[in-house]
């Protein structure tokens, strides 16, 4: 599996660099849309939908859901971060947590919510002053979350995190992604200066925290529905 990351990770980082600095911002929102339709898709095994006319309604739902978030993204947003922290509460008290979110209804809202939050969210940092900086950090603090807590995990993880969402989770783990994220926020310090240094560490350490959530969800909507990956979107 490591083989797998790193040789994603040198073919499609600097495709993923060269594209964010040198395309348009239609071209970037265009290729974040591909990527939330990629994602809509594998989402629709976590659901389960099998049925070709209730998968297509689906995906025209986030189509939708594409279009009305721009319109009032400020809402949306507010409603997407009580979201993430009832998806804590979740993920914490799993399984009993599954009397209240464990349909496909539910599961369902989620994706509607969440997806085109990713890909407004995205777009709307992109247009931000430095913003094509700012997605470059964005996406080198995720990484780095991911990369330190499968690193740190391998060699010193004893402590089980949340053994009924994800058995391989550590807390020595998570205790490494966050180390790992918190570098690469000390070197986006000195790269963007901001006027808060106390705000610039909390954001990262927000966003490191949701990123390793999210992970933790989504091992959680997989046990739901029994199954061990939802695709092969990008290797490993």
């Not at 809402?75 to 979201?83: A, C, P």
Request: aromatic share 14%; charged share 10%; with cysteine.
């Amino acid at each position: 599996m490591f083989k797998q990351r790193l040789l994603t990770t040198l073919v499609l980082v600097p495709l993923v660099l060269a594209a964010i600095y040198y395309v348009s911002a239609k071209v970037f929102a265009g290729a974040v849309l591909l990527l939330l339709a990629g994602c809509a898709l594998e989402w629709l095994q976590l659901i389960p939908v099998k049925q070709r006319l209730t998968k297509a309604i689906f995906l025209i739902m986030i189509g939708l859901a594409c279009y009305l978030i721009a319109l009032i993204f400020p809402y949306w947003l507010g409603i997407g971060i009580v979201v993430w922290m009832s998806i804590l509460i979740c993920v914490v008290r799993y399984p009993y947590s599954m009397t209240f979110w464990g349909y496909p209804a539910v599961v369902s809202f989620f994706c509607l919510l969440l997806l085109p939050l990713f890909m407004q969210s995205m777009t709307a940092l992109f247009l931000m002053e430095k913003g094509r900086g700012l997605v470059v950090y964005s996406l080198f603090l995720v990484w780095a979350a991911d990369t330190g807590a499968y690193l740190a995990g391998k060699q010193w993880g004893k402590t089980k995190l949340i053994s009924s969402v994800s058995p391989g989770k550590t807390i020595e783990g998570v205790l490494g992604g966050f180390l790992l994220s918190m570098l690469v926020a000390i070197v986006g310090l000195f790269c963007f200066k901001p006027h808060s240094i106390v705000n610039w560490f909390l954001i990262a350490i927000v966003a490191t925290g949701v990123s390793l959530l999210g992970d933790l969800f989504i091992s959680m909507l997989k046990r739901r529905v029994n199954i061990k990956d939802t695709g092969h979107l990008i290797p490993g």
